[in-house]
């Protein structure tokens, strides 16, 4: 059971999200929703996505191209330092008591034996005590450097013994100090100014003690322009705070920073609280500058980086991506206010823009609806002027129109039923007169009287055609029969003087016509034509298919009817129920044209007014009338055949 119900409600929701996702079958206030929804809101959302990506690129763009013109300031300052050291080498080595002393001319310091350094306490006796007077010039000309310039630690000069001269330096241990590696790449690059980084495990140090990560070591040889040896080198250490100087005071972002970098990826100078102590050099491209992005600890770090062309330093603004700029953060909050505001207006417009619109049209669904259902006195009571009230005044004329109609179609059903009341009442006689002449009939016949019981006979085939079971449509056979009786009546009564000719076709034969349509045209035939005319006349009948009509035609010859007579009888025939509700008076055959107005009556009250009766006359010539009926080949049910349009 609890499986049946689940079921059930599964097929239940499926028919709902089905009926939902057929647009087509949506009431109309939710397509309009919907319809203004999308025209108003998703445009509003496309444009905002395209304004937030076109801003995040244009800002990044900006924020690229600034970070790297920063760093090619920052790239700049760091050069113009090295330029100054540069320089320093170079006025150091085109002095002449350097020249003197790197020819040995002056006596240097040397690493003493027995003299090594441990590091926590001061110089130990290991320089030469300076008894040259030179030395010490050339020591306080190196001192005039330091105090020039305050970022430079100390300055030591090499000559190609090992012995040196220094403001600040000294040797930690008795090994030469031209066994360094500094030295050694000093005489590599051949009096080239070459920036070493950090310093490690070197043999001097310095009266101050700096670490290694506090200095930033250059170095130049000095060469002999004679020889084009290599004489010695001079050392400079320079504090790092000269480097970080010209980067720490750089933020980029909230949390962003910017670091120097050896070409190697060593780190020359990185904040305390950076967010990545060393960048792998296989990061970077082979481009002196550029951007990229990397993911570090899970985190997305935006990396923007310019190489310097003097130092081969790389100095990088590092920041998280996630950290967006202020004006693209403010910009975003801008847009997303807007498109709260368009979803906002847009949501209300369109639900007051659909109810606008869905619920006249539901009112007026409602007035139909009660309408449909019968009540014809309904009314749409709205005082709106676009097509909504058009409609509804539309729908009331059209009620007043229906309910006219409906009075109308009462009206001449009940004046149907009276017409043919009164075909009745004037034509068909009770039962027993049909009984009494089939009785006369055969006594008639019984005594011999054969031409008083042909004509009782045909009198008697009259009426019972004429009584028909009540039936008010008749095979088209017995219409012919019955006719057939009423003029071989009429032709003992008038023998001679009345011909008549009969023709009916074999389609016409298997059709059915409202029942006693020809009697009443062929006694006005009679009557008014072939009786009132000298000498015999001559009467033609004929009953054919024309079309999709069948047409019933009597033509005499007798006394016709004058124009006068003629227009007036078809203007009768035009409107036969008023014609003849006008002469209420006169019985049937009282007048020559009531038998013909019944008969068109009972044809236009039941086929319409496409069909009925045709008339055209010539005094003294004669008369020509046509049935115009409906091709019916089945007997309708009686239902059927109580108004017109059910045909």
């Known amino acids: 059971m609890i499986i049946m119900q689940n079921r059930n409600r599964a097929e239940s929701w499926r028919e709902g999200m089905s009926r939902w996702l057929r647009f087509g079958d949506l009431p109309l206030r939710y397509k309009l929703v919907i319809l203004f929804l999308m025209v108003g809101i998703l445009p509003s959302i496309a444009l905002s996505v395209l304004v937030n990506w076109t801003v995040n690129r244009i800002v990044d763009q900006q924020v690229t191209s600034n970070t790297i013109q920063l760093i090619g300031k920052v790239n700049q300052t760091l050069d113009n330092d090295m330029e100054n050291l540069q320089n320093i080498t170079y006025l150091i080595g085109f002095d002449p008591r350097t020249e003197r002393f790197l020819n040995g001319e002056i006596q240097g310091d040397k690493p003493a034996v027995g003299t090594e350094d441990t590091g926590d306490s001061g110089p130990r006796t290991a320089s030469v005590k300076q008894d040259n007077t030179e030395n010490y010039e050339i020591k306080r000309y190196l001192q005039g450097f330091t105090t020039l310039y305050p970022e430079i630690a100390s300055i030591l000069l090499v000559n190609r013994e090992g012995e ?3 403001n600040e330096m000294y040797a930690r241990s008795p090994a030469s100090l031209t066994e360094e590696e500094w030295y050694r790449e000093a005489v590599l690059n051949e009096g080239i100014f070459t920036v070493l980084g950090h310093p490690a495990e070197r043999n001097v140090t310095t009266h101050v003690h ?28 320079l504090k790092l705070r000269a480097v970080a100087r010209a980067v720490r005071d750089v933020t980029l972002g909230k949390s962003g920073y910017l670091m120097v970098a050896e070409a190697g990826g060593s780190s020359i100078y990185a904040p305390e609280d ?26 997305r770090l935006q990396l923007i980086y310019g190489t310097s062309s003097f130092t081969g330093w790389r100095t990088i603004g590092v920041f998280p991506t996630s950290e967006t700029v202020y004006e693209v953060r403010e910009i975003r909050f801008y847009m997303i206010c807007f498109l709260f505001v368009v979803c906002l207006f847009g949501v209300a417009a369109s639900y007051t823009l659909s109810q606008s619109i869905s619920r006249p049209i539901w009112q007026l669904m409602s007035f139909m609806q009660k309408a449909e259902s019968g009540d014809l006195t309904t009314r749409y009571w709205g005082n709106r002027q676009d097509e909504v009230g058009m409609l509804g005044r539309s729908f009331n004329r059209m009620l007043l129109q229906i309910r006219k109609l409906m009075k109308l179609s009462e009206l001449r059903e009940k004046q149907k039923r009276e017409a043919e009341l009164r075909s009745l009442q004037a034509h068909i006689k009770p039962h027993f007169l049909y009984n009494t002449l089939d009785t006369i009939h055969w006594m008639a016949r019984k005594k011999g009287a054969d031409d008083v019981s042909d004509l009782v006979e045909s009198l008697s085939r009259l009426f019972r055609i004429g009584l028909s079971k009540g039936d008010d449509i008749i095979p088209m056979s017995d219409e012919w029969t019955h006719i057939s009786s009423y003029l071989q009546i009429q032709k003992t009564r008038y023998r001679d003087r009345l011909q008549v000719e009969m023709e009916l076709s074999p389609e016409a034969e298997k059709l059915y016509v409202l029942k006693l349509l020809l009697q009443p045209i062929v006694e006005n035939a009679i009557y008014h034509g072939i009786k009132a005319r000298r000498g015999p006349g001559r009467i033609v009948i004929k009953a054919q298919v024309n079309g999709d009509v069948l047409l019933l035609s009597v033509q005499d010859n007798g006394a016709g009817m004058s124009s006068d007579r003629l227009e007036a009888l078809r203007k009768q025939l035009a409107d036969p129920v008023t014609a003849m509700e006008a002469t209420p008076g006169e019985g049937l055959g009282g007048s020559r044209s009531y038998g013909m107005l019944n008969v068109q009556a009972r044809i236009k009250l039941t086929f319409g007014d496409e069909y009925g009766i045709t008339i ?24 059927d055949h109580d108004g017109r349009d059910r045909l």
């Open 164 to 166: 040196y001269i220094s």
């Open 274 to 299: 950076s967010i990545i102590p060393s960048i792998p050099p296989s990061w970077f491209p082979e481009e002196d500058s550029g951007a990229l992005i990397r993911e570090v600890n899970g985190e």
């Open 616 to 639: 055209d006359s010539t005094e003294n010539e004669g008369t020509t009338v046509v049935i115009t009926h409906p091709l019916v080949h089945a007997v309708p049910s009686s239902s």
């Open 210 to 237: 700096y670490g290694n990560e506090e200095l930033v070591s250059v170095v130049r040889s000095i060469v002999d322009p004679d020889t084009r040896e290599v004489t010695g080198a001079v050392l400079i250490d």
